[in-house]
């Protein structure tokens, strides 16, 4: 309807946890993503629009937007249509990568970052879809208690991981409070992970994806959920080695990103038995479970 052809197939793409997105192809040729999802999250669509035109003038690789109807007024829920960009998200093909494919997409996610870095600091911490954002926080621990916070709904919920877990974790964080006060709400990518990095097939980076809200404050944030993405799918960290290096980080900065990844860790143990955006929550793997609390603990003995 909105391109004025007729659509030859569509396909699921099968990562993501909140909203319903689509690889269309039509009759002519022509190849889009449809992102769909409920109008009760209208104003993530909302502020996929907004950073969109506060991030696209800085040089970011946005795909082109061709259509949106963000709070979902002709069509009874929100919709976007992009460009369908070249490639794959960097899970895809990371096993595949070379080293030094590894360390060009890690100079170049931190090029973007630095891009990103150059907005105007927000008046509060967090995930937010606008600058006027009231869920922005007062400190950036908040924040990180607040993640701990959902994380521990979830477990209890769910019933499947001790909720202990969280409780290891939240105790580590008194260890950081000099680091955390200095912390300052500047503006960085928090999804340019192992997901929404596209890559070619042949090995290079051609833009970012579903880019719904900024965070503000420790950029090392998203440093940390790259690597426990790479650790949950078992895959070498050499990647994040490439991108810590690029950041020239200090001891203090490594222990950060390590306690950081602790806390993803939890998260990721916090969406066992959860059903997201599926009809039910997928059966749980015993052996998944087990892995994920066996990187934890290597990574609270990393953090001593």
């Known amino acids: 309807e909105v391109m004025g052809e007729q659509v030859a197939q569509v396909e699921r793409f099968t990562t993501g946890l909140a909203h319903f997105v689509y690889d269309a192809r039509l009759v002519d040729g022509r190849q889009f ?16 629009l907004y950073w969109y035109k506060h991030l696209k003038p800085l040089g970011i690789p946005l795909p082109e937007l061709h259509y ?9 829920f929100p919709v976007m249509i992009l460009e369908r960009l070249a490639g794959t998200d960097l899970w895809h093909v990371y096993d595949r990568l070379s080293d030094g494919q590894k360390r060009e997409i890690s100079a170049w996610v ?40 959902r994380s521990r709904r979830r477990i209890e919920s769910a019933g499947v991981v001790d909720v202990e877990v969280v409780d290891r974790v939240a105790t580590r964080l008194d260890d ?21 990095v596209i890559i070619d097939a042949d090995g290079h980076p051609t833009g970012i994806v579903d880019v719904d809200s900024l965070c503000f404050g420790d950029p090392l944030w998203t440093v940390a959920l790259t690597r426990m993405a790479l650790l949950a799918h ?21 222990r950060a990103s390590l ?11 916090s969406e066992l038995g959860q059903a997201f955006n599926n009809e039910t929550a997928p059966p749980v793997d ?19």
């Open 110 to 149: 931190v090029d973007l970052q630095r891009r990103a870095a150059t907005l105007p600091h927000a008046t509060g911490f967090g995930y937010a879809t606008s600058y006027d954002d009231p869920a922005l926080l007062p400190t950036w621990r908040d924040v990180l208690r607040d993640g701990l916070a």
């Open 176 to 196: 950081f409070d000099a680091y955390l006060q200095q912390i300052e709400p500047a503006p960085f990518l928090h999804d340019t992970t192992t997901k929404n």
């Open 68 to 76: 949106q109807d963000v709070q979902g007024t002709r069509h009874g």
């Open 234 to 254: 078992r895959f070498d960290t050499a990647y994040i080695d490439h991108w810590e290096h690029h950041l020239a980080l200090t001891p203090t900065q490594r």
């Open 259 to 269: 306690l950081y990844t602790a806390l993803h860790c939890a998260a990721f143990l």
């Open 33 to 48: 993503v449809v992102r769909l999802t409920r109008p009760m999250q209208a104003p993530e669509f909302a502020g996929a």
């Open 286 to 304: 015993a052996e998944y479970q087990g892995h994920l609390l066996a990187v934890l603990d290597g990574l609270f003995d990393s953090v001593q």
